[in-house]
């Protein structure tokens, strides 16, 4: 009987661990990011695919590096879907070329989105230090108090 006591505690003591971490706000936090990361993921990679790629194909001169590929069987397929319909083993470069341009512009857009934060934090914090202050400390009890008062209430002194 006490074996299955011990057993039970331990579930409960796991699942009550496993339930105190999951609720963690940073764990929260953490899994919200990832989410929206995903969502975020889905339109750099239709930014990459369907505007940046295109612009480059064209600048290019009609070049697609999505057909950019070695066949490792050493045949000779016109595009990369062709080699992947018969099955043949591919080295996808262009496509490993695409994924950097996906990464790159992921870089850059959280670099911006970071960078515009921040300087809302820091106008947000200058503003504040900047305000007039509306309290001051009696002198005689230390009481923070209204700055227009000329007698403390919790004291009653006088101030200049």
Known sequence: MANVSEAKNKAKGFVGEFREFIMRGN????????IIGGAFQAIINSLV??????????????????????????GQYAT?????EIGAATLNYGLFITAIINFLLMAL??????????KIAEKAKKEEEAAP????????????????ATRCPHCTSELE
Not at 51 to 72: C, K, Y
Not at 80 to 84: G, K, M, R, V
């Open 27 to 34: 764990v929260m936090d953490m899994a919200v990011g990832v």
């Open 49 to 74: 695919n369907d505007i940046i790629m295109p612009v480059i194909t064209l600048l290019t001169g009609g070049i697609d590096f999505s057909n950019w590929f070695v066949a490792l069987d050493g």
């Open 80 to 84: 990369l879907a062709e080699a992947q």
């Open 109 to 118: 857009v959280i670099f911006l989105l970071v960078k515009t934060l921040n």
């Open 133 to 148: 202050p509306t309290t001051k400390i009696c002198p005689r009890c230390m009481s923070e108090i209204d700055i227009k």
